[in-house]
């Protein structure tokens, strides 16, 4: 690699510091160069619409990871630190990033707005958005085009029993909430044997799944968040029977208006759970449907002209605040007062049914 102007995203892993080594020898490989090292911040520290009790901007942390790539890179230099440039910056703290889309678009406009030539990626690096099953970031740079390299590294080898997988708090909160369901569906939950299955399928669940489960240890705040799901799953439910009824009403009687439209909604949720949560949500409505995810918006295709108000209004993302966030995030305006909703579509008989409003790369993805 010619280039001696890099961007380095960092994260705490175990390669960091190989990784640091590595971009401070490829900066040096000219002779002189730049890296930039930054920390993309995830998505309950980016947005000035979070609620006060899920801000919580941990950027001395950020600054301390910063300040020990940049001593490191100091260190690799040795006699040539003369010659090398390094620099640090925080990435995302005014923005929504929620997927490693979001991110690559980032880092790219760091890239392009810094002047660098490329992106250095540590191999192990998270950035902290999305989950696992979204596309990875290397993937996602690929699609935009832009220029990296996976820094060359030695992995170190993980060895050890399955039960290491995941802590005893979340291996624990995995386990019950398996059991809990597997007795809510048995047969007979006072017999003896579907304790005796249930537990070992539990176990199982628990052992395999808990790092999947949870991507942080469960503490007070997670029982709360199940505690008021009591609460929300009927009030889904209420708003599942009023959307048939406007639905059916609409088949039986032909003659009542049907406008689809597709539309654009930001949420004011963030992270992955809350906004997979609120977007299966409207998908179980009947009359709206989302269609795709795509950053910090929600597309979502919407048969009738009253259920596309509904979903301005918000009321389904507003029990989705209460649920992940207390009962203090109900007080932000909705959709529609905060200018978050968009009509993607002009009226029916005008529409062009080639265009493509959300941009995808091809029609089937909506």
């Not at 490989?29 to 730049?34: E, L």
């Not at 579907?194 to 808990?210: F, P």
């Amino acid at each position: 690699m010619s280039a001696n102007k890099l961007l380095v995203p960092v994260s705490e892993t175990g390669t960091l510091r190989q990784t640091v080594e590595y971009a401070v020898s490829e900066a040096l490989a000219d002779g002189s160069g730049t890296v930039r090292f930054v920390v993309v911040h995830a998505p309950d520290v980016a947005s000035s619409d979070v609620p006060a009790t899920e801000l919580r901007q941990d950027t001395e942390a950020a600054d301390e990871l910063l300040s020990r790539a940049e001593i490191w890179a100091e260190e690799d230099a040795g006699e040539d630190s003369d010659a090398l440039t390094i620099e640090t910056n925080h990435v995302g703290l005014e923005e929504y990033l929620f997927s490693p889309e979001d991110v690559a678009r980032a880092l790219n406009r760091e890239l392009q707005g810094q002047n660098l030539d490329t992106i250095v990626l540590d191999p192990e690096y998270d950035p902290g958005v999305g989950s696992p099953l979204l596309r990875p970031l290397a993937n996602e740079l690929d699609d935009l085009g832009i220029s990296y390299e996976i820094a060359s590294v030695t992995r170190q080898t993980r060895r050890g029993p399955l039960l290491t997988g995941g802590s005893p708090l979340r291996l624990g909160a995995t386990f019950v909430a398996s059991l809990f369901f597997y007795m809510l569906l048995a047969a007979d939950p006072f017999y003896w044997f579907e304790w005796v299955t249930g537990v070992m399928a539990a176990t199982i669940v628990a052992v395999s799944m808990s790092r999947l489960t949870f991507s942080s240890d469960p503490d007070g705040s997670t029982v709360l968040i199940v505690l008021r799901h009591f609460v929300y799953v009927p009030y889904l439910l209420w708003e599942i029977i009023k959307s048939n009824i406007v639905v059916s009403a609409v088949i039986l009687r032909p003659s009542m208006p049907i406008d689809p439209r597709l539309t654009k909604v930001r949420p004011a949720v963030w992270g992955s759970v809350p906004v997979t949560v609120l977007a299966n949500s409207i998908t179980l409505t009947p009359g709206t449907l989302t269609v795709r995810v795509r950053g910090d918006h929600l597309y979502v295709h919407t048969l009738l002209p009253s259920v596309r108000d509904d979903l301005f209004e918000g009321g389904l993302e507003r029990a989705v605040r209460f649920v992940f966030y207390g009962r203090d995030a109900m007080a932000i305006p909705t959709p529609k007062e905060r200018g978050d909703t968009e009509n993607l579509q002009p009226e029916a008989e005008n529409k062009d049914e080639s265009d493509d409003p959300i941009g995808g790369e091809t029609g089937a993805e909506q």
